[in-house]
């Protein structure tokens, strides 16, 4: 089945720090690849996505790239900012369902 | 910007009662979800709805579950006799179609004591 693992927080940074996520995932078919991020006391938004190997998904400074001979789908961010702040889920979907498959989430603090 | 909101933000019951859920989707939207966070754990989904039926549920979703979209703006989650492990964060979800473009409540926390 489906499966998305995730680097274990909390990530703490100092602000202007660059920032990698890990997301590791095994998946039936193809899977289309997602990065959410849940602020404080809001729900899950939708960050980037990749439908395709070798796609980049970008927002908002993130970046991430769908490798699909690694399986992988790092998230990074050149200079976080205290604002980003926030957990980060990747998830994916294949197998013919649009319902996706999450990680554990993975919790980052920035300081100024 | 549309949103999905959820009510109420956090619910604490006991073991043994009945809870309801209540989210109200953003109003075009036709699929409708709900997911679960068990704390520190993965977020897991649970069940989806489409044309006033569950398309497609979990083995998470027993009978102690149900779903209902009573009038044309509220969609909720029952949970007919709450257990201990019932405590989590629920998020409600819609999208405008199949393909996706899913936007999700803040989520309501349930404790069951």
């Known amino acids: 089945g489906n499966s998305v693992t995730q680097m274990e927080g909390p990530v703490t940074l100092s602000e202007e720090a660059f920032l990698t996520i890990n997301c590791t995932y095994t998946a039936t078919g193809y899977p289309s690849l997602f990065w959410y991020v849940q602020y404080p006391g809001e729900g899950l938004q939708l960050l980037l996505k990749?439908?395709?190997?070798?796609d980049k998904g970008s927002n908002k400074g993130f970046e991430a790239t769908y490798r699909k001979e690694t399986t992988s789908f790092h998230l990074e961010k050149g200079s976080v900012q205290v604002s980003d702040s926030a957990v980060y889920f990747c998830?994916?979907?294949?197998?013919?369902?649009?319902?996706?498959?999450f990680g554990r989430g993975t919790s980052l603090i920035v300081h100024p | 910007e549309p949103e999905v909101t959820q009510t109420p933000s956090h619910q604490v019951t006991q073991m043994g009662q009945e809870v309801i859920l209540r989210c109200v989707p953003i109003?075009?939207?036709?699929?409708f979800y709900w997911y679960r966070q068990i704390l520190g754990q993965k977020v897991e989904f649970l069940v989806s709805?489409?044309?006033?039926?569950?398309?497609?549920k979990s083995e998470i979703f027993d009978d102690q579950f149900s779903v209902e979209r009573p009038d044309g703006s509220n969609f909720t989650l029952k949970i007919r006799s709450t257990k201990l492990e019932d405590s989590a964060m629920y998020f409600c979800?819609?999208?405008?179609?199949?393909?996706?473009?899913?936007?999700f409540g803040p989520g309501t926390r349930l404790t069951v004591l």
């Open positions: 998830a994916l979907n294949s197998g013919g369902s649009y319902i996706p498959t």
């Open positions: 979800a819609s999208s405008d179609t199949a393909v996706h473009n899913t936007f």
């Open positions: 109003s075009n939207h036709l699929y």
């Open positions: 709805f489409y044309n006033n039926e569950i398309s497609e």
């Open positions: 990749a439908t395709k190997a070798d």
